[in-house]
C-alpha cells in the first residue's frame, strides 16, 4: 500500500481506498464470526442484548475514535448500527441452539 501522499493521481487514492474498504468488510466478517461463537455462552435474550457492555463498548469506540482524529458521533454511529445488526443475528443464532 501507498501512503496518501505518495499516490500521484486520483485513480490511485481510489485504489488505495478500495484496497482498505475490503480489509474494513474483512475485519466486519471475522468479528461477525465472533459475535455468532458467542452466542454459545449466553444464557438468556437479555444477555444477547447485554445493554451494558453494548453501552461501554460504544464509549470506548468513541474514545478510540478521538484518538484517531475521528469524530466520535459518526463512529458511535456506524458501531451501533452496526452492532444492532450483529445482536440481532446472535439473536437467531442463540434461538436456534
Known amino acids: 500500500m501507498k501512503d496518501p501522499d505518495e499516490c500521484a493521481n486520483i485513480h490511485e487514492v ?4 478500495d484496497i482498505i474498504d ?3 468488510i474483512e475485519a466486519l466478517s471475522k468479528r461477525f ?5 458467542a452466542a454459545r455462552f449466553k444464557t438468556s435474550e437479555a444477555n444477547v442484548r447485554a445493554a ?5 463498548m460504544l464509549q470506548q469506540r468513541r474514545e478510540w475514535a478521538k484518538e484517531s482524529g475521528l469524530n466520535p458521533d459518526v463512529v458511535e454511529n456506524i458501531y451501533r448500527d452496526l452492532v444492532n445488526y450483529y445482536i440481532d443475528e446472535e439473536l437467531k443464532h442463540y434461538k436456534s441452539e
Open 14 to 17: 481510489r485504489e488505495e481506498i
Open 22 to 24: 475490503r480489509e474494513v
Open 33 to 37: 464470526q465472533y459475535v455468532i461463537a
Open 52 to 56: 451494558d457492555r453494548f453501552h461501554d
